[in-house]
């Protein structure tokens, strides 16, 4: 079946710093992709979608400035966490979507802000 | 907007049967889909309904009933690595088919 595949896995990192995801459709072009946040013990919040050459769109609530995305290709979106602090924790999915319509999710990425 | 409602946590023992409801509202309704996830993991889907009516596949079914707003997961024969939580989604037809929101979350419990 289709995969799509995210890294890092896990990330640590400083308060300030920036932190990139990336999310990879391995086997399909992905015309949109969608990033999820994920607190412990709670629901997958949907935080953007993303087509392919043109802007994120953003749910209500999310600062686009904070959390930049960027799909420049059918196989490749980033999630970059811009001056990260400790609220920023979370778990990060993201799902991709070909053609077909099928949803695809991916393995995750934890991130942990010191 | 779209809001979908799941009891927080069941539990039960191996072997045994489990429902785990969902109630939603939507400005429009284009299916109620289930996934599982396990701790730290990614939701692998389930099932799907697109019209009323029971959907079976293997141990699991699903139900819905669009009059009513309402579907529902079935497991049967439980198993231990049936502990996850599962999470009923609708698909946002106002801004994408692929758009998924998500349930509350249902955490399961099995144990022997």
């Known amino acids: 079946g289709a995969v799509v595949s995210q890294h890092p896995s896990w990330v640590i990192c400083k308060s300030g710093t920036s932190v990139k995801i990336e999310c990879r459709s391995l086997d399909f072009q992905a015309t949109t992709m969608f990033w999820y946040r994920q607190f412990p013990k709670q629901s997958l919040m949907l935080m953007a979608t993303s087509n392919e050459g043109s802007k994120a769109t953003y749910e209500q609530g999310v600062e686009k400035d904070k959390f930049l995305i960027n799909h420049a290709s059918l196989t490749l979106s980033t999630l970059t966490v811009t001056s990260a602090h400790p609220e920023d924790s979370s778990f990060y999915i993201c799902?991709?979507?070909?053609?077909?319509?099928?949803?695809?999710f991916g393995e995750g990425s934890r991130l942990t802000v010191l | 907007g779209q809001s979908l409602e799941q009891p927080s946590e069941v539990t039960a023992v191996e072997g045994a049967i489990v429902q785990i409801n969902c109630t939603y509202q939507t400005s429009g309704f284009y299916g109620l889909s289930w996934y599982q996830q396990h701790d730290g993991g990614a939701p692998t889907f389930l099932s799907y309904?697109?019209?009323?009516g029971l959907e079976e596949t293997g141990r699991f079914s699903s139900f819905l009933s669009r009059s009513d707003s309402y579907g529902y997961l079935l497991l049967q024969e439980l198993q231990m690595k049936d502990s996850a939580s599962y999470f009923c989604a609708v698909r946002d037809a106002n801004t994408g088919f692929q758009k998924l929101v998500f349930g509350t979350g249902t955490r399961l419990l099995v144990s022997p």
């Open positions: 309904n697109a019209l009323d």
């Open positions: 799902s991709a979507g070909g053609t077909t319509g099928e949803l695809f």
